[in-house]
């Protein structure tokens, strides 16, 4: 059976001498695995709709639950992030936590539009770094299931408290912390708590316009961070390699 579909290919491994899986989030059938026969040959012709991070039109070809690509369609190659290593690995960073969200055989349409609007943003718009990583981390949470308790302090309700629970998922005061609870805290001023509610609650089209001094914006960075990776309970190589890239040794 053949099926039609537009995809973005989240990761690409080598199979067989010159064939190459590759793992597509796709808009009707969720996450996809699916060989690719030559691509790994020189002058492949599906070399450049099947790269990581190209948006294409794929027509696959299933058979006894597994899937082969027929042919392939360029869409979007977001070529400017391409060009600039830095956005490249933030880029392929969301793509590795948007397969670990994923699931197969189930269509999700908000994740496959959070991961293209963020590459485009990386791609084409004049925005922090940071504001587009906090985006994708935070809205990722919240579609695999974790979204935070933004409301007000758990305990008495006070609307602006100091901390945010990265290991509970939600806001705490001072004053009403146990001193003998566990958990890692970090500190959260009213500015970023508003930008954290905006980016859970917003459009889906709407989840850049809000603004930070870029101090509190590297600060919502850092939080956002943290609590994806305490919520999958995972770190990320990807992520990993993003920041390495900020290092300078002595």
């Given at each position: 059976?053949?099926?039609?579909?537009?995809?973005?290919?989240?990761?690409?491994?080598?199979?067989?001498?010159?064939?190459?899986?590759?793992?597509?989030?796709?808009?009707?059938?969720?996450?996809?695995?699916?060989?690719?026969?030559?691509?790994?040959?020189?002058?492949?012709?599906?070399?450049?709709?099947?790269?990581?991070?190209?948006?294409?039109?794929f027509t696959?070809?299933?058979?006894?639950?597994?899937?082969?690509?027929?042919?392939?369609?360029?869409?979007?190659?977001?070529?400017?992030?391409?060009?600039?290593?830095?956005?490249?690995?933030?880029?392929?960073?969301?793509?590795?936590?948007?397969?670990?969200?994923?699931?197969?055989?189930?269509?999700?349409?908000?994740?496959?539009?959070?991961?293209?609007?963020?590459?485009?943003?990386?791609?084409?718009?004049?925005?922090?770094?940071?504001?587009?990583?906090?985006?994708?981390?935070?809205?990722?949470?919240?579609?695999?299931?974790?979204?935070?308790?933004?409301?007000?302090?758990?305990?008495?309700?006070?609307?602006?408290p100091e901390?945010?629970?990265?290991?509970?998922?939600?806001?705490?005061?001072?004053?009403?912390?146990?001193?003998?609870?566990?958990?890692?805290?970090?500190?959260?001023s009213a500015?970023?708590?508003?930008?954290?509610?905006?980016?859970?609650?917003?459009?889906?089209?709407?989840?850049?316009?809000?603004?930070?001094?870029?101090?509190?914006?590297?600060?919502?960075?850092?939080?956002?961070?943290?609590?994806?990776?305490?919520?999958?309970?995972?770190?990320?190589?990807?992520?990993?390699?993003?920041?390495?890239?900020?290092?300078?040794?002595?």
């Amino acid at each position: 059976m053949y099926v039609t579909t537009q995809g973005l290919v989240l990761r690409v491994c080598p199979y067989n001498d010159s064939d190459a899986m590759l793992t597509i989030l796709t808009a009707k059938l969720g996450r996809v695995l699916a060989k690719v026969r030559g691509l790994r040959r020189k002058n492949s012709p599906m070399s450049a709709p099947c790269q990581l991070l190209a948006l294409a039109e794929f027509t696959l070809f299933e058979y006894k639950d597994s899937y082969t690509v027929n042919e392939a369609h360029s869409v979007e190659l977001f070529t400017p992030l391409r060009r600039d290593l830095q956005k490249l690995s933030l880029g392929t960073y969301f793509a590795q936590a948007a397969e670990i969200i994923a699931q197969e055989d189930m269509p999700n349409p908000e994740l496959l539009s959070l991961i293209l609007n963020s590459l485009y943003a990386l791609s084409q718009m004049d925005m922090p770094e940071e504001k587009i990583k906090a985006v994708v981390e935070l809205r990722l949470a919240c579609l695999a299931g974790y979204t935070p308790d933004l409301y007000g302090c758990h305990s008495c309700g006070e609307p602006t408290p100091e901390c945010f629970d990265i290991s509970e998922g939600r806001l705490e005061c001072a004053r009403c912390r146990s001193g003998i609870s566990g958990g890692i805290r970090m500190p959260v001023s009213a500015g970023i708590l508003d930008a954290m509610r905006y980016i859970c609650a917003c459009h889906p089209k709407k989840l850049f316009s809000f603004d930070l001094p870029i101090e509190s914006m590297q600060q919502l960075s850092s939080i956002t961070e943290a609590y994806l990776c305490a919520q999958l309970e995972r770190g990320f190589s990807t992520l990993d390699f993003y920041k390495s890239l900020f290092y300078q040794p002595l």
